[in-house]
């Protein structure tokens, strides 16, 4: 099978740690929101090659009562700005603002998130697409879907490292930051990195 038919040109990114900074005490405020450098002009990159890019993301500081709806899509709409100014954008924002005792089923490392990415965009399955985040309930909800799982090394990425990623994650493919993925995925075969 030729390689361009097993890589789904779709990858899913976590939004803290990834897109940008992470905080241990949550993103309340659009104020908090403070993009990783590199972060915008990697999904910009992503687009003009044929990329769709959405993100799933936790938002459990809504369920905790941290901050409410309003404020997320002020948080969204600031990302949505930033990586506009960089040419960038996203094909869908998926998140889940349910608290870890709610009982829901897409708070990650479920899938659920990512079943909403896969109905938005009509796909029957998500086989062959990336799953991007800096923890190991990211890798694991995108392994439920058939993802290929990435882990970056910003936001909580070396911490979860440093404790040690479980089979069948321990041979995940681990990048510097999503800028650093984004230069392998588009200036080697996907073939050899990927597969």
């Not at 038919?5 to 803290?16: A, N, Q, T």
């Not at 403070?34 to 938002?59: C, F, M």
């Not at 901050?67 to 700005?81: A, E, G």
């Not at 800096?134 to 882990?151: E, F, K, N």
């Amino acid at each position: 099978m030729d390689v361009m038919e097993r890589i789904l040109k779709l990858v899913i990114l976590d939004r803290d740690g990834v897109i940008n900074q992470d905080s241990d005490d949550y993103i309340k405020s659009p104020d908090e929101w403070v993009p990783i450098d590199g972060s915008a002009e990697a999904i910009a990159r992503l687009n003009a090659s044929g990329y769709k890019v959405v993100v799933a993301t936790n938002q459990s500081g809504i369920g905790r009562g941290y901050y409410d709806p309003k404020t997320l899509t002020m948080i969204h709409l600031k990302m949505i700005n930033h990586l506009a100014e960089h040419k960038a954008r996203l094909d869908g924002i998926f998140f889940c603002p349910h608290a870890p005792d709610d009982g829901c089923d897409c708070r990650k490392p479920l899938p659920g998130l990512l079943d909403q990415v896969m109905a938005h965009l009509e796909l029957p399955s998500l086989d062959g697409a990336l799953m991007v985040g800096d923890s190991l309930r990211d890798l694991q909800a995108g392994v439920a879907r058939q993802c290929v799982p990435v882990l970056v090394k910003t936001g909580k990425g070396e911490r979860t490292l440093a404790k040690g990623l479980p089979a069948p994650f321990d041979d995940a493919l681990v990048f510097d930051s999503l800028a650093d993925l984004v230069d392998h995925l588009l200036l080697n075969d996907p073939e050899e990195v990927f597969f």
